[in-house]
């Protein structure tokens, strides 16, 4: 499960109280999963219910970054990357704890890390940063940690449809300058960035970065933002030229 960071926003600022509240609600809706899944071999459900290992992640950071006017290649988006997942992470492990005095610890726990530091969990782990690739289009935001795949783009569907899309944030950002147009998102869909199309504002053009637009190093630092607060694993594409 996946909390939709663009959802997150009040104002010109992340909504800190709100995500608190959401990811509460994400470790107690992942811990009753496991009540209920259907296990294909009795060793699955042996280890699964001895561990309880849950991951909570995000999507739309992407879309976080852009509403709060903070460009992905830069610097204070990793920093505020790192200070975000710290809290997540901090806040999930607290969710854990609150849910083991309600339902006890999860069996396996003596035998754990957690036994040492007195850190008593639901969870072995619980967090996670999927790829979200097919609920970040329900969703309607970006997926995972990535940055915008494109601003516009044709999206070809399995039944042999295609479909043009906009970055909703961009036609929204667009409509409201003035300068929105079918031939500037074609320009924009053919060139696949806005980096050299001078009709768009320069401060747009700073945080409407693509995944090309992203350096393989800039990437990187992105993803082990994440990973220093995740205890799961943290999927990222690093794009190369």
Known sequence: ASINLAKMVRGDSLDWEKLHDRIGWG????????????????????????????????????????????????????????????????ESLNASQALAQERGVFPNFEKSVY????????????????PTGTISIIANCSSGIEPLFAISFVRNVLSGARLFEVNPLFEEMARQRGIYSQELLARIAQQGSVQNIKEVPRDMRRVFVTAFDVTPEQHLRHQAAFQEHTDNSVSKTVNLP
């Open 27 to 90: 470790l107690r809706f992942l811990d009753n999963v496991i009540e209920v899944n259907t296990f294909p071999l009795p060793e699955v459900a042996e280890i699964t219910f001895g561990n309880r290992k849950v991951g909570l992640g995000v999507m739309g950071f992407a879309d976080l970054l852009i509403r709060l006017g903070i460009p992905y290649t830069s610097p204070e988006a990793v920093e505020f990357a790192e200070r975000l997942m710290n809290f997540f992470h901090t």
């Open 115 to 130: 036994a040492h530091d007195g850190m008593r969990g639901r969870n072995a782990t619980v967090n996670t940063i999927a």
